[in-house]
């Protein structure tokens, strides 16, 4: 199925010039908005089933890519379903934008924590850049909360990556968990600083300090604990 005449009248070209410059992807660009491409899954979902519009829409833009994401999280299916068109999408995802629209559309994660835990953890393993990043993206979406707290917590120390995106999901992740447990986390970190990537531990701090969810106070404890 070729998406371009449905997507076309919308094609926005400062958008995709934008789009270009912040999302390295190997796929073309076409410049067409996240909430035209919600619009346009909602109206394909109700005209196809899922499994056709996911066998059926190309691949060969970035918009066809996330327009399939979309409709994962929008398809009305099983759990067992969903975990396996989870697991057929990660290998499209090739950057940043994709993976994180995905994650933002798992909303059936809620209440499911406990049981996709069971899927999510293998994938801490993998070498994948972007699937180590859709991993850490899900837990700051759906497990920075009382009962998962710690658990957060040790993932971000004891998963190690060179890869920027995971390393900037890491920092996210913690910078999240500061706004919502603060003195937890900064006591966490601080305690295992040596252990913590430099770059990652500071750009945390940065990142939580810019958080408008944070006071001043606790803004002017961040920097002081800095790494040089």
Do not use: H
């Amino acid at each position: 199925m070729n998406t371009l005449n449905l997507l076309n009248p919308y094609i926005d070209q400062k958008y995709k010039t934008f789009q270009e410059k912040i999302c390295q992807t190997n796929y073309e660009i076409l410049g067409v908005k996240i909430p035209i491409l919600r619009n346009a899954a909602k109206k394909l979902l109700k005209e196809y089933d899922y499994s056709y519009l996911l066998n059926n829409i190309d691949s060969k833009y970035f918009e066809d890519v996330m327009l399939k994401a979309i409709i994962i999280g929008n398809a009305k299916t099983s759990y067992e379903e969903k975990l396996n068109l989870i697991t057929n999408f990660l290998p499209l995802i090739d950057n940043w934008a994709v993976c994180d629209i995905l994650v933002g559309e798992l909303k059936f994660i809620k209440g499911n924590e406990d049981k996709f835990l069971n899927f999510i953890n293998p994938l801490f393993a993998s070498k994948n850049e972007y699937q180590l990043r859709f991993s850490f993206v899900i837990l700051l979406n759906y497990y920075i909360n009382d009962k998962y707290i710690d658990m957060v917590l040790d993932k971000c120390l004891n998963i190690k990556s060179d890869y920027y995106y995971v390393k900037m999901a890491i920092s996210w992740t913690l910078s999240i968990a500061l706004v919502k447990y603060f003195a937890k986390t900064l006591e966490f970190m601080q305690e295992n600083k040596d252990e913590f990537d430099k770059w990652t531990y500071n750009k945390a701090l940065q990142k939580a300090r810019e958080s408008f969810r944070i006071d001043d106070d606790k803004k002017s404890i961040l920097q002081k604990v800095k790494i040089k």
